[in-house]
């Protein structure tokens, strides 16, 4: 009995030993896994923070590249860097706004809906345009003494109407977000007239209006280019809203920055005495002016149209690789060739803007005539050869006509009409160029009806090679009528100069002998 018992305790203490020894195992795994824990967690800081600080350098290194940029070539002394700055953010706001309301208002209309549709929304987005443009240029050459306060307006008044969209995403108060989106847009086109209209009052000594034109076009491409992105993925992950309030907060404190741009940007207002308002006008623009605005203007026609017209043969499988029966490649869907499309209108429009930043000594008025002439010669390539990769060529050559083009405009806006009514011009030829590129994509939506390329390239590359010619033969009788006048003065001078010699020779007798 007493060797049971015995067996008993020496089996309940090896038990105990054994749970003993358990748990200090636990213990000894318990404090082995919470200093790995730690360790772990040591080690995930120490690498966030290093990940961050590298992060910090990087943007730190990358604002003082992108300010060595800006500021090249003197226009760190004259206020160009930083009116490029404030360009940069406006473009990258502005393109936040575009993202946030994709979903809703400004691109609610699909490119497969009905053409009538699609018809009636570029109308009705691009109509503020026609209206209120014209004049927008008068007010601001109205206030030329407060430009710094005209520029930040339009920013603060975008600010505000992104606050008032942002509250109408949730109820989806669509009335409040077609007004604001239209809002945003029209104080866009009013920053831009502006911000074009002071680009002299900027220019350094070593750099052309076209070169800095460039640049600012360059990096307002850039910055919403990079914008894009963000935007939409902000917009799938935290909704439309907190992108418009992002975007609000963006252009409030862009609109500080405008007010302390350089007080030599604005110019007092000399109003001569008795004299009328300035209206402008093409007719009252000179013609080199007026041979810039319609070249550009055929340009936006072609780029309305082109934009169009390829979206819906796309949509319509109306084109020969995706056409049924065809021998089809499987990469090329649609969707891969939209977003092919526009990928190289997106570069198109970047080797534009630096291309003119390169073109420092050329005359604007030989780039407008050149660009016009390099697109007439690919759409009639295009309509003969049309496939994948002459779209892609194209739209390619039509962004970058249409950057290159506007740019070199917008230096002659810059050097022919003077200051007083500089805005008011830019403001007609804002108003043009738009009501151009809708009536273009409207000619597109009709003409895609055909569902054949060929026709509707065609026809636009007809009507681009009779604008060119029309220019070409308005230009050549315009130089010919200058060398003719200078032919005749010079003649009249030497006239003059000679009866003036003759008076003065004292061999030879008066005419009137009463002297």
């Not at 409207?442 to 026709?455: I, K, M």
């Amino acid at each position: 009995m007493e060797g049971g018992w015995g067996r008993a305790r020496d089996i309940s203490r090896r038990v105990a030993r054994g749970a003993a020894d358990a748990g200090r195992a636990g213990v000894r795994a318990s404090r082995a896994t919470a200093g790995a824990t730690v360790r772990a967690s040591k080690a995930t800081a120490s690498g966030t923070a290093r990940a961050g600080k590298a992060t910090a350098k990087g943007a730190r290194k990358v604002g003082k590249a992108t300010r060595r940029l800006t500021y090249a070539n003197g226009a760190g002394r004259t206020g160009l860097g930083r009116l490029i700055e404030l360009s940069a953010g406006n473009s990258a706001s502005d393109a936040l706004v575009t993202v946030a309301l994709a979903s809703t208002v400004f691109f609610g209309v699909p490119v497969g809906e009905a053409r009538g549709s699609v018809a009636l929304y570029l109308v009705i987005t691009m109509l503020p345009f026609g209206l209120l443009a014209p004049f927008v240029g008068p007010i601001l050459d109205r206030f030329r003494s407060g430009r710094r306060y005209v520029m930040a307006g339009t920013l603060f008044g975008r600010g505000l109407l992104c606050f008032a969209m942002a509250a109408a995403v949730g109820p989806g108060d669509l009335p409040t977000l077609f007004i604001g989106a239209l809002g945003v847009l029209v104080l866009s086109k009013a920053y831009n007239v502006s911000r074009a209209a002071i680009m002299p009052s900027v220019l350094p000594a070593d750099i052309t209006l076209v070169s800095a034109n460039a640049r600012v076009a360059l990096f307002t491409l850039v910055s919403a280019g990079v914008a894009v992105p963000l935007g939409a993925g902000l917009t799938a992950w935290l909704g439309s809203a907190l992108v418009l309030r992002v975007a609000m907060v963006a252009f409030l404190l862009l609109g500080v920055a405008a007010v302390r741009l350089p007080r030599h940007i604005d110019s007092p207002d000399l109003e001569e005495e008795g004299a009328a308002p300035r209206w402008r006008t093409l007719l009252k623009v000179g013609p080199a002016v007026a041979e810039a605005v319609w070249a550009n203007v055929a340009l936006r026609v072609f780029s309305g149209f082109l934009l169009f017209f390829l979206l819906f043969l796309v949509q319509d499988k109306a084109v020969p690789w995706l056409a049924a029966g065809q021998l089809q490649d499987p990469f090329f869907d649609i969707p891969k060739t939209i977003a092919l499309l526009a990928a190289a209108a997106g570069l198109g429009g970047l080797a534009g803007a630096a291309v003119a930043n390169w073109t420092r000594n050329h005359s604007p008025q030989l780039i407008v005539l050149v660009t016009l002439a390099v697109t007439v010669v690919t759409s009639i390539a295009t309509a003969i050869f049309f496939g994948l990769w002459t779209a892609l060529a194209i739209s390619l050559v039509t962004a970058f006509a249409q950057e290159l083009g506007k740019l070199a405009l917008d230096a002659i806006v810059q050097r022919e009409i003077g200051e007083e009514v500089r805005s008011s011009t830019f403001g007609v030829v804002e108003a043009m160029l738009q009501l151009a590129w809708v009536f273009g994509g409207l000619v597109g939506l009709v003409l895609s009806l055909s569902e054949s390329s060929v026709a509707g390239l065609v026809t636009l590359a007809v009507a681009l090679t009779a604008t060119l010619g029309w220019l070409l033969i308005a230009r050549r009788r315009r130089v010919r009528a200058t060398d003719d006048k200078l032919r005749r003065q010079r003649a009249e001078a030497g006239g003059q100069e000679l009866q003036l010699t003759d008076s003065l020779d004292p061999t030879k007798p008066l005419t009137n002998p009463n002297t």
